[in-house]
């Protein structure tokens, strides 16, 4: 399933999310030997992941960019805890991460089942305007990169809408365009998927291979405290499959692919 994913993007990526609702120790001074033994014991298990380093309320450790294999970073912020894998080689290998983290943050973090706010995996899908390498691009294409995300997402998903016409107000170009869907799932309120399409603006004198990216996310959440903690790796999985499972079936036929193909064509 990875390698069908991965084919239609430039790069794929598994990201976890758990909320809380008292805050972590991340400030000055603050669980300093804490978070450093709950990374210390992480890297352990993954022995690529060196990179260590603080931003104002978050701490982070990840594989240096210049390593090979899969990309892994894990976070801890103020009032979550946060992992990612870009570009996995599989989607259970990106969630053995996920289930470990969950697995041991409660012990390093001190998190009770009653601080649980919610719990979403996401997945990721970057897609490079065609001057850019992406996969199952054809490289003679003539490049299209002056053309803003914006229109292109505009154009892919809502040319032949009943809001077409807002595309074609005379003397105007889409500067916005950033659908985000969401629904319950299988009933249960608690339990929700988000269909999102994220634009970023293009900075001038941007190379190719610098240019930011326009992103489709797939996240399936599960909001409300758990009974015990030991749910949360099985929910993190529940929540994986439940996810892939939309992007197969929705995002890539109804997102990805027509926004790739609006790429192509420069329309």
């Known amino acids: 399933m990875v390698d069908s994913f991965r084919a ?3 790069d794929f990526y598994i990201n976890l999310k758990l909320g809380l609702k008292l805050e972590l120790p ?32 978050e701490m982070e450790l990840d594989t240096p960019q210049d390593s090979p294999g899969p990309q892994q970073w894990a976070a801890v ?14 989607i259970e290998k990106a969630l053995a ?3 470990e983290i969950l697995e041991l943050a409660p012990f390093y973090l001190s998190i009770s089942p009653l601080d649980v706010e919610m ?17 199952g691009i054809d490289s003679t294409t003539e ?11 505009a154009e892919a998903l809502f040319a032949d809408s009943p809001l077409a016409p807002l595309l074609r107000i005379e003397g105007t170009t889409p ?47 599960h909001t409300g405290p758990c009974a015990s903690l030991d749910e949360l790796p099985g929910r993190c999985t529940a929540l994986a499959h439940r996810a892939a499972g939309l992007c197969e079936s ?12 609006a790429m192509l064509s420069g329309s």
């Open 8 to 10: 239609v993007c430039s």
């Open 26 to 57: 991340t400030g000055p001074g603050a669980g300093r030997d804490t978070v450093l033994s709950f990374f210390e014991r992480l890297r352990r298990s993954h022995p690529a992941m060196t990179g260590f380093r603080r931003y104002e309320g």
């Open 77 to 90: 912020k103020r009032t979550s805890i946060r992992a990612g894998s870009v570009n996995p080689d599989t």
């Open 97 to 99: 991460l996920h289930r």
């Open 119 to 135: 719990i979403e995996v996401l997945f990721g899908f970057d897609l490079h305007l065609p001057d850019q390498a992406v996969p």
């Open 143 to 153: 490049p299209t990169s002056a053309q803003s995300p914006d229109a292109v997402v």
């Open 175 to 221: 500067s916005d365009c950033q659908p985000l869907f969401g629904v319950t799932i299988d009933g249960d309120p608690h339990t929700e998927a988000y269909f999102e399409v994220k634009t970023r603006p293009t900075r001038a004198g941007q190379s190719g291979e610098q240019a930011e990216p326009i992103s489709v996310y797939v996240t399936a959440r």
């Open 250 to 261: 929705v995002a890539i036929p109804s997102l990805i692919v027509p926004i790739r193909d």
